[in-house]
């Protein structure tokens, strides 16, 4: 006889196991999609904030001092310092744009004491002296400010790593609670069908074959539940990719919350490791249970 053939029935309860592993599977997904945008918003920073400084320069309070002549001086000095390629300043306007998802684009803001900045590029592999270069740039331009990200983008990393292990977190419990959730209904189970198992303990199957059995029909159930769980949650995720073409903006000031076709292409993998998980607990349990019995 095929082991893998059905010989226990489903039971009527069933649709509850399938509803639960469903859920799981659902959460199971969000999580590794949250894993996966955090990480590629993680290297998008660092792509767009690696190797470049910003220097910012406020209005002066000293009537004395002109703010076109401290830009102009902020310039000379970056661009006439060593390792770094291009120095220029950024536009009203697109500073403007920058402040707006702060700020609204309320026409008040035009009034507000917005700085301007001056945005410079490292040279690759240049060394930069951060602390020299603030010195200079403070002598010809008393109200500028220098910062070179790093602040800023250890913060960021440590964001995004919380995030990442959070939803391994996560993806740890609903591992644990799946294999729970099969080892309980495993269990009833093989209590409700213990006259199918002692009959065919009494013609001579082995715990193995009689595992198998089980094994199998937890595996499937738990694939085909996962698998709409799983589906569910890359809808969501298609949903916000498509928002995100159209320029609607999903949860402002955090990324996208859409996934790539390559990153939705993980999500495969959660009804894979359900089905494992449900295959390995029903098989461990089936084999304790038998081992008390007989």
Same mark, same amino acid.
């Given at each position: 006889m095929n082991p893998n053939t059905r010989i226990m029935p489903r039971d009527k309860g069933a649709i509850s196991?399938? $509803?639960v592993i469903a859920v799981m599977a659902f959460l199971a997904a969000l999580a590794l999609g949250a894993s996966l945008i955090a990480e590629r918003a993680a290297a998008t920073w660092r792509t767009g904030l690696a190797g470049r400084i910003t220097v910012q320069i406020l209005p002066p309070e000293n009537s004395h001092r002109s703010l076109n002549r401290e830009i102009d001086g902020a310039l000379a000095v970056l661009r006439s310092t060593?390792?770094?390629a291009h120095a220029a300043l950024i536009s009203e306007q697109e500073t403007l744009t920058l402040i707006k998802p702060w700020l609204g684009s309320d026409a008040?803001?035009?009034? =507000?004491? $917005?700085?301007r900045l001056l945005d410079a590029e490292i040279a690759p592999g &240049?060394? =930069?002296? $951060?602390?020299?270069?603030?010195?200079? =740039?403070?002598?010809?331009a008393p109200d500028s400010f220098l910062d070179d990200h790093t602040r800023w983008l250890s913060r960021l990393r440590a964001l995004a790593d919380g995030i990442i292990w959070s939803a391994y977190g996560v993806l740890l419990l609903v591992a644990l609670a799946t294999a729970a959730t099969v080892s309980f209904a495993t269990r009833a189970g093989l209590e409700a069908h213990r006259e199918i198992v002692e009959l065919l303990h009494q013609i001579g199957a082995h715990s193995g074959f009689i595992a198998r059995a089980f094994e199998w029909h937890y595996f499937i159930a738990a694939v085909i539940a996962a698998t709409i769980g799983a589906g569910l949650a890359a809808l969501i995720y298609? &949903?916000?990719?498509?928002a995100e073409l159209v320029g609607f903006?999903? $949860?402002?000031?955090?990324p996208p919350i859409g996934l790539h076709l390559s990153e939705l292409a993980? =999500?495969?993998t959660v009804p894979v490791v359900a089905g494992w998980i449900a295959l390995l607990t029903a098989r461990l349990s089936v084999l304790g249970a038998l081992s008390r019995i007989y």
């Open positions: 196991l399938d $509803v060593p390792g770094i008040l803001i035009a009034d =507000l004491p $917005v700085p &240049a060394s =930069l002296d $951060v602390a020299r270069l603030h010195s200079r =740039l403070r002598s010809a298609l &949903a916000g990719t498509g903006e999903v $949860v402002p000031f955090l993980w =999500l495969i």
